[in-house]
């Protein structure tokens, strides 16, 4: 308790020596005069050079800022987007499996599963997959689809083929 006490006392006599005028008016007396006769140098303001303008005359390359779907429209061999889709053109290719053929004469026809278990029977012409996709042909191990798909330029065929499993 007794050096408690003590340590108390020194702080307070510190702190009242701290407080003490004796400095101050010296220590007030510098910091008013210290910068009364400096004036640092100032570099002139740069002068600013205007900027060259030049004329954007590239409308007929392509926008970068136009969205990617309206470019689309007008370039390369667009499907039909306002046919009602057909029950195979619900899911993507990948998911669709051929599981066989059924041949009539000369005519032949794919059967199609579908993810839902549903299995269709699709013939030459008949639509496929996501990617606006079209039957072109059927042998009895294959089938072969051409899609047009969305590229960077626009649309583009891409033929697909489907091995039956």
Same mark, same amino acid.
């Given at each position: ?14 702190? *009242? ?8 008016? !010296?220590?007030?007396?510098?910091? *008013? ?7 640092? &140098? =100032? ?23 136009? &969205?990617? !779907?309206?470019?689309? !429209?007008?370039?390369? &061999? ?13 899911? &993507? ?9 059924? !041949? *009539? ?22 639509? =496929? ?20 798909? *969305? ?15």
């Amino acid at each position: 308790m007794n050096a408690r006490l003590v340590t108390i006392g020194v702080l307070c006599t510190l702190l *009242a020596g701290c407080s003490g005028g004796g400095g101050m008016a !010296s220590l007030q007396q510098f910091v *008013a005069t210290a910068d009364a006769g400096y004036h640092p &140098p =100032v570099k002139p303001v740069p002068k600013i050079v205007a900027p060259r303008v030049v004329a954007f005359n590239m409308h007929h390359l392509i926008d970068p800022f136009e &969205p990617f !779907s309206m470019r689309l !429209s007008a370039r390369g &061999p667009n499907p039909n987007l306002h046919t009602p889709k057909g029950p195979l053109q619900h899911y &993507p290719l990948d998911a669709l499996r051929v599981v066989g053929t059924l !041949s *009539a004469g000369h005519k032949l026809w794919a059967l199609i599963t579908t993810p839902s278990g549903a299995t269709y029977r699709a013939q030459v012409g008949t639509d =496929v997959g996501e990617q606006y996709g079209t039957i072109t042909r059927i042998t009895s191990k294959k089938i072969f689809i051409v899609e047009t798909v *969305a590229g960077p330029t626009g649309w583009v065929k891409q033929p697909v083929t489907l091995e039956i499993k």
